[in-house]
């Protein structure tokens, strides 16, 4: 982790209501993703999941209550990974191609890019174990290998702070858990701070710092212990385990 980002709040949020037409799914949040988090956010479908995600990425606003973003965040720099369309999965790039465009969120209008953003691509697709795949197209990889590049190019767009959203849908049992190993080796060995959208109750509770439950119009933020402990936990976390 960067010394310097070592307390850093990314995002706070204050008594946030989240909805639409004036109609609140979540009321009343309150937390902070800070530097060293690791933070799942889980609950059943149509909870609010998706929404939260929303306004945490600054795409929906809050119908009251604030969310602020440290300011390198307010210049774009979040590295996003979304779930995959089939349109997507089938982009015609190469692998080296395509994780390069997670700069471009930084570089504006320039249409080429540097020697240093080059650089940092190559020890992206170094670090998550793809280099050997750079000059393939995208579109011939397996889900696992696909997934590793998107992770590659988020981790252009911003190296500090990941926002994943479902990553091992459609994955296998094995590329899953290779997916797992390698988030837990970005933000144990890298200090990138991670927030995901995830259903895998028995790996968020494996791999978290805190838990963020998604509920009927209630919610609950703590440690996996507890998450577990609490009436939520005791009901959503227990079925599935």
Known sequence: MNEKNKNKIWIDCRDVSLGYEGQAIWKGLTFQVKSGDYLCIVGENGSGKSTLLKSLLGLLK???GTITWDESLRRGAIGYL???TKAQ???PATVYEVVLSGFLSRSGVRLFHTPAEKSA???????LGILELK???YRELSGGQQQRV?????????GELLVLDEPVTGLDPAAALDLYRTLDYLHAQEGIAIVMVTHDIRSALKYATKILHAGQKQWFCGTPAEYLASPLGKRFGGERL
């Open 82 to 84: 979304p779930q995959q």
């Open 150 to 158: 998107l992770l590659s190019r988020a981790l252009c767009a911003a």
């Open 62 to 64: 809050p119908l009251s």
């Open 89 to 91: 999965k089938d982009f």
């Open 135 to 137: 000059d393939r197209c």
């Open 121 to 127: 691509a190559l020890m992206n697709m170094g670090k």
